[in-house]
T-cell receptor, first 117, second 115 residues
Framework: AQKVTQAQTEISVVEKEDVTLDCVYE???????LFWYKQPPSGELVFLIR??????QNEISGRYSWNFQKSTSSFNFTITASQVVDSAVYFC??????????????FGGGTRLMVKP | EPEVTQTPSHQVTQMGQEVILRCVPI?????FYWYRQILGQKVEFLVS????????KSEIFDDQFSVERPDGSNFTLKIRSTKLEDSAMYFC?????????????FGPGTRLTVL
């Protein structure tokens, strides 16, 4: 069965600091997708990135970067030069090819990031 | 850009009442999902729906819950005899196909409060 663990329940940083959010996953499938979503105080889920299990290249998008390492089953998310607007709950999620529910997502418990001015 | 919509944004109901949460998936999508997020907790899968029938459901999705696609556009979640612990944010999602490489699009959620 699939599982996603976000060990950091809450992180507090000061604006302009870099911060890394950890995500560790478990799956028996060799084909899967990993996701990060942002949930601001307004409650909606904002899609940030999707990564497939065959592509371990790190990705950078502006101040965001992702480090995918299959050897440690981790998909960590780094925000560089954090801003107050980055304050939100961030969820890591996994979708397996082998489940019967199409691409049902399994979410981690989330990390609440607070960026103070 | 096409998007998933959900109504209402906030629903308040009395314990024991029935509620229907509505979703309009993206028009050409074929797979539909409901997820639940109890306040302060993680997002949990409830059910997936394809070709007018449930394709998978979690242990949370018991006889109290039902889903329906009553017409070509709406996808509904019905909760019978609501309980206090049903208070949560309910997210609808849709995707074009079932392949794992297809992105799932989420609606903005309906916050259900059971008093």
């Amino acid at each position: 069965a699939q599982k996603v663990t976000q060990a950091q329940t809450e992180i507090s940083v000061v604006e302009k600091e870099d911060v890394t959010l950890d995500c560790v996953y478990e799956t028996r499938d060799t084909t899967y997708y990993l996701f990060w979503y942002k949930q601001p105080p307004s409650g909606e889920l904002v899609f940030l990135i999707r990564r497939n299990s065959f592509d371990e290249q790190n990705e950078i998008s502006g101040r965001y970067s992702w480090n995918f390492q299959k050897s440690t089953s981790s998909f960590n998310f780094t925000i560089t030069a954090s801003q107050v607007v980055d304050s939100a709950v961030y969820f890591c999620a996994l979708s397996e090819a082998g489940n019967n529910a199409g691409n049902m997502l399994t979410f981690g418990g989330g990390t609440r990031l607070m960026v103070k001015p | 850009e096409p998007e998933v919509t959900q109504t209402p944004s906030h629903q308040v109901t009395q314990m024991g009442q029935e509620v229907i949460l509505r979703c309009v998936p993206i028009s050409n999508h074929l797979y539909f999902y409901w997820y639940r997020q109890i306040l302060g907790q993680k997002v949990e899968f409830l059910v997936s729906f394809y070709n007018n029938e449930i394709s998978e459901k979690s242990e949370i999705f018991d006889d109290q819950f039902s889903v329906e696609r009553p017409d070509g556009s709406n996808f509904t979640l019905k909760i019978r005899s609501t309980k206090l612990e049903d208070s949560a944010m309910y997210f609808c999602a849709s995707t074009l196909t079932s392949g794992v490489f297809n992105e799932q699009f989420f609606g903005p959620g309906t916050r259900l409060t059971v008093l």
